[in-house]
């Protein structure tokens, strides 16, 4: 028996603008899915990326709490550290996307992905979303640990809602910068070298463990220009209440996260080839 | 009729490599075609300008009349491919692996489990579709490719090499699997293979190629019948090449072992 084809709508042959943008919504709706199911298959890597955020609330704040050596006003040290590590466990698992990515290229999935119907920034996008749901599900672990170590977070689900969206725009960011060097080194080894020489400095010229107040002149400049600064001011902003301009930290955050979508997506064929 | 496939004057360079060189032929809707010969002879690169992999550098290339060119998720919404590596992803079940590619191709939601049932069904992976893709043997992946690229029901399947690295036993089940599904959905089947006897029994027409040239293209009856009663598709190319296949085997090996490599890699 012969079954007919699915013969393609004309309108499907090269999208219009409205129809690159659905196409986009349910690409990342596709990865995000993927991801969430391959989270569900092994969880072993969400509870190991756990023990660091854990080791920075429990050690490094809790003994920088008695030391009082980081001047942070009315906000107790803890409090004032929890948005900045939860920045951090979404930043160790983006900035090592690209080693997925060309694990995928290796194996021939990222051909596969490449010969279907998805636009590359549409493909850069889910795999960069998908990123933001790894990183919300440690983000979600690292909260809870935060509330039972005492930190007095909010509960406001609205808030709560905006700290997801934060934490999803930083992982895409970062995610899409990992691909981005990786469409440029075009190696494993090469891109895990980057990736571990870039984490730390992005850490720490950052907001994350200290005001940027503190910092040397140089060292401001730099945290001005790392989008990591501006997730973690808005985390602090949601969670703890200290005063941010959320505007301004969303802004940077999407636009970064859109610039970062552009690039990969210039460099996948490159990867890819 | 519009051709499935229509090459006019392809030629592709890698850097001062031509890996392949004004290279015109058409392949009829509802085909088996087979482009044939050993490694290096650019039967890869012509499939991955096919399938919009790598562009178009001259010549032209029409799937069932989109320019592959400037129409390039026209083409795509008709494919169906199938990689050489073994490359689905392990850590998903072998349903989530169909379910993705789905999705992927805009199957509509009301259809989409019961297109993925089917597929899987079809290639009889019925039973273990709820088991990680990394528990299944080689035959079983390759199978599972298969469920992915047909989910679409696209109107050209393209095989890259499917059977490398694959025993016998897994190798005529994967082309028992094709043969079924070209019947089944009617489509067009554009495959590469260096095992002559398998191509031999499976393609309507085949194209021999040797070092990014077309040396001969037509039914394999027809092109042994020219050389003689006994005359195998192996004779044949190595009367138009003055080549014989062993490089194809070397090469072919050290596909086998890159396949293998795969499959650990993947669990």
Not at chain 1, 124 to 149: C, T
Not at chain 1, 257 to 269: E, K, N, R, S
Not at chain 2, 60 to 66: D, L, P
Not at chain 2, 163 to 171: F, H, I, Q, S, Y
Request: hydrophobic residues 50%; positive net charge; charged residues 20%.
């Amino acid at each position: 028996m012969s079954v007919p084809l699915a013969v393609p709508p004309v309108e499907w042959a090269e999208p219009s603008l409205a129809a690159r943008g659905r196409l986009l919504v349910s690409r990342i709706g596709t990865f995000c899915l993927v991801e969430l199911q391959r989270l569900r298959h092994d969880r072993s890597e969400l509870i190991t990326r756990t023990i660091q955020p854990i080791l920075w609330l429990v050690v490094f704040g809790k003994t920088f709490s008695r030391l009082r050596a980081i001047p942070t006003g009315d906000v107790p040290y803890l409090d004032y550290l929890a948005p900045g590590i939860i920045a951090q466990s979404a930043l160790f698992v983006a900035i090592f996307y690209g080693i997925m990515i060309i694990w995928e290229r290796d194996s021939g999935v990222l051909t596969k992905l490449l010969v279907t119907p998805t636009p590359r920034a549409a493909l850069v996008a889910g795999k960069a979303f998908a990123a933001g749901v790894r990183a919300v599900a440690q983000a979600i672990v690292v909260i809870v640990v935060a509330a039972l170590l005492g930190v007095s977070l909010t509960w406001n689900p609205l808030k709560l809602l905006g700290v997801l969206v934060v934490v999803v725009l930083g992982a895409a960011f970062f995610a899409c910068l990992s691909v981005t060097i990786a469409g440029i080194v075009l190696k494993r080894d090469r891109l895990m070298g980057i990736g571990q020489a870039i984490t730390m400095p992005l850490f720490f010229a950052s907001n994350a463990l200290y005001p940027v107040d503190l910092m040397p002149g140089w060292l401001k400049a730099i945290s001005k220009g790392n989008p990591l600064s501006y997730e973690v001011s808005a985390l602090r902003g949601l969670l703890i209440g200290t005063p941010t301009n959320l505007w301004q930290d969303f802004g940077v955050l999407a636009a970064a996260a859109l610039a970062g979508v552009v690039a990969a997506a210039a460099l996948l064929d490159r990867l890819a080839h | 009729m519009t051709p499935a496939i229509r090459l006019a004057g392809l030629s592709y360079r890698f850097g001062d490599h031509a890996a392949v060189a004004d290279l015109t032929l058409d392949v009829d809707p509802g085909e088996c075609f087979g482009l044939l010969g050993p490694n290096g002879a650019g039967k890869t690169t012509t499939i991955r300008v096919i399938n919009t992999m790598l562009p178009v550098q001259d010549g032209r290339v029409e799937v069932f009349g989109h320019d592959v060119r400037r129409q390039k998720m026209g083409v795509r919404r008709q494919l169906g491919y199938v990689p050489q590596q073994l490359s689905v992803e392990g850590a998903l079940t072998g349903r989530e692996n169909v379910s993705w590619f789905a999705r992927l191709f805009d199957v509509p939601r009301r259809e989409r489990k019961a297109r993925v049932d089917e597929v899987l069904e079809l290639v009889e992976l019925g039973e273990s579709a709820d088991r990680l893709a990394s528990t299944y043997s080689g035959g079983m992946v390759r199978r599972l490719e298969l469920a992915q690229a047909l989910v679409n029901r696209p109107r050209l399947l393209v095989l890259d090499e499917p059977t490398v690295g694959l025993d016998p036993v897994a190798r005529d089940s994967v082309w028992q699997r094709v043969v079924d599904m070209q019947q089944r959905y009617d489509m067009t089947v554009l495959l590469t293979t260096h095992y002559m006897e398998e191509a031999d029994v499976l393609c309507d027409r085949v194209a021999l190629m040797h070092r990014g040239r077309l040396r001969a293209l037509g039914a394999p009856e027809e092109l042994k019948a020219a050389l003689g009663p006994e005359a195998s598709l192996e004779d044949v190319f190595r009367h138009h090449t003055g080549d014989s296949l062993g490089d194809a085997e070397k090469g072919g090996l050290r596909n086998v072992r890159a396949t293998r490599r795969t499959a650990r890699r993947m669990g």
